[in-house]
Structures are given as structure tokens and as C-alpha cells.
């Protein structure tokens, strides 16, 4: 279960792609004493994308079970000057493992898996090379303390060639544990895939349908998915990426291999949808979520 940390906790959730502002129908206005609140964001706003260079930004304010304000600035697609607006869809990168683990949390509800057991009773092959005597638990890949590389071999940011979730989980164990588990904190995105390549194979499906099946969906998040479905992609913003050295390309759209740990499309108000569940003691459209 999770409990409600305050029925007046204001979430803000900002997304920002990239360059202008402006706004289109598909909002919710803010009201009341949420207007001034609303313009002073609106101007914070304007300013990093002006300052960024950032196309499309997307914002949502949540208030217990009520959305008070959603909008978008700037444009969804640039071609088509399409401005951007709350229904905007954006990769959102690792706040997609958020979702990743609360499918692991409902079988440990369950009881279907326990979060401190060896990583190898649910994946027996997962064992990556160790010059430490101890076992790597789902609670260390939850929590980045497992001691895992930080990216994998196969399937990482930079690999174009959209591998499947196995081949890139097979690539880690293939690799070295960088320190003993549990003894320090080492953000690792591999370590994320890993928990989703255990949810594919303990439920036999992949990893982007369970999840919006048993995840997505009954939390109510109906536009948002962990593969580029047409009806979601259509909505998706443009992006572009900058380097030091002042390049300026188009973000790559490839689909990552390891996809649990960064590979969520959703518009913020979706996300807001998310936070209102949270505010709810976990219980979504169909009953409890976690």
C-alpha cells in the first residue's frame, strides 16, 4: 500500500522537449487561486524555452483526486506547427522506472516473488562476473545498490539497433559487478531492465504489454504505453538534442533495449492521473494499483 504523504501536496510535473511558446485547445485553465500561481509558472516557462531553445514543454498541477491546471507551450510538431498541449505525448525517460517496479511490487504483494531472494531465482542465468561473495536481489536493482554497470553492453542510449529486452539483460552478465552489492549507490539503467526482464518471464508476455495491462491502465494512464503504439506516437512531440561542441540533431527515436528503465511515452496528463493515484492510497480507475 502506499500512504498518502498529504491530501494538500501540489505536484508539478514539467517535461520539457525543445524552441517558442504558445497554446492550443486540449488544456484544463487554471481557477481561483490557481490562476496567479499559473501565470508566474507560465512565465518560468517561457523563460527556459526561451533560454533552452526548447520546442514543445508540457506542465500539470495536481491537487489530491483534482488535475487544477494542464497546458502545453510551444510546438508538438514543427513542421506542421502543431502547438503543443496537455495531451502532448513525451518520452519520459526515467521516470519510467517508477512503473517498472510497481509491477514488481504487486507480485511481491502478491506473494509471488520477495524482493530480498538471489536475482538467480527468477532469472537462474543471471550471473554476471563477481569477485564478491554475495547474491544480487531485486530490492539492489530496485534501488540502485546492486552494484551493477551503469549502462548495458547492448541496448544502451547509443545503440541504434533496437535489441529485445533478453538480448540486452544477456549483455549485462556478460559484464563485471563494479562493486559489492549493497555496499554503495551506482545508478544503473541495466539494473532496471533487469527487473523487467523478470516481470517478462515470470508472466510470459512482454515486458510493454504486462506493464500496460496490469500497470498503465488500471491506474487510468489510457495514453501512455512502453512501445510506440500508432494511436500514442501520433501525439509525440519533437526533439531536438545539442552536444557541447555546439551540433545541434534531431533526438533519435530508436526504441531502447533497455525499455523498463527509460522507454515510457505519456502526456503530463497522464502523469497527473499517476499522482492522483498515489494521493489515493494506490488505488486507480479498477480498484487498487499497489
Not at 483526486?65 to 518520452?91: F, H, M, P, S
Not at 494521493?279 to 487498487?288: I, L, S
Request: charged fraction near 25%; include cysteine; glycine fraction near 8%.
Amino acid at each position: 500500500m502506499i500512504s498518502k504523504v498529504s491530501i494538500k501536496l501540489y505536484f508539478l510535473l514539467l517535461l520539457g522537449v525543445f524552441s517558442s511558446c504558445q497554446n492550443r485547445p486540449g488544456h484544463i485553465r487554471a481557477s481561483g487561486q490557481y490562476r496567479e500561481v499559473s501565470s508566474k509558472l507560465t512565465d518560468a516557462v517561457n523563460y527556459e524555452m526561451s533560454d533552452k531553445g526548447l520546442n514543445a514543454v508540457s506542465i500539470v498541477l495536481v491537487d489530491d483526486q483534482e488535475i487544477l491546471w494542464a497546458r502545453g507551450y510551444g510546438y508538438e510538431d514543427l513542421k506542421k506547427l502543431l502547438k503543443a498541449d496537455a495531451n502532448t505525448v513525451y518520452r519520459v525517460g526515467s521516470v519510467s522506472k517508477l512503473f517498472t517496479d510497481i509491477g514488481i511490487m504487486q507480485l511481491v504483494e502478491r506473494g509471488e516473488v520477495h524482493l530480498d531472494a538471489p536475482i538467480t531465482d527468477y532469472l537462474p542465468e543471471f550471473r554476471p562476473r563477481s569477485s564478491f561473495n554475495k547474491d544480487i536481489t531485486l530490492r539492489q536493482l530496485m534501488s540502485h545498490r546492486s552494484g551493477l554497470l551503469r549502462e548495458p553492453l547492448v541496448g544502451n542510449y547509443f545503440a541504434d539497433d533496437e535489441p529485445t529486452l533478453e538480448a540486452t539483460v544477456k549483455s549485462i552478465i556478460d559484464s563485471d559487478i563494479i562493486y559489492e552489492p549493497e555496499s554503495k549507490i551506482k545508478y544503473s539503467n541495466g539494473g532496471i531492465a533487469t527487473v523487467g526482464y523478470v516481470l517478462e518471464k515470470l508472466k510470459n508476455e512482454p515486458f510493454a504489454s504486462y506493464l500496460r495491462k496490469n500497470v498503465l491502465l488500471p491506474m487510468g494512464l489510457t495514453h501512455s504505453a512502453f512501445e510506440p503504439l500508432p494511436e500514442i506516437t501520433d501525439r509525440l512531440a519533437d526533439a531536438t538534442m545539442w552536444s557541447y561542441d555546439g551540433r545541434v540533431f534531431d533526438a533519435p527515436t530508436f526504441e531502447l533495449g533497455m525499455s523498463p528503465a527509460g522507454s515510457m511515452y505519456a502526456p503530463v496528463v497522464d502523469l497527473g492521473q499517476f499522482m492522483k493515484v498515489l494521493f489515493n492510497d494506490g488505488v486507480g480507475h479498477k480498484g487498487h494499483v499497489i
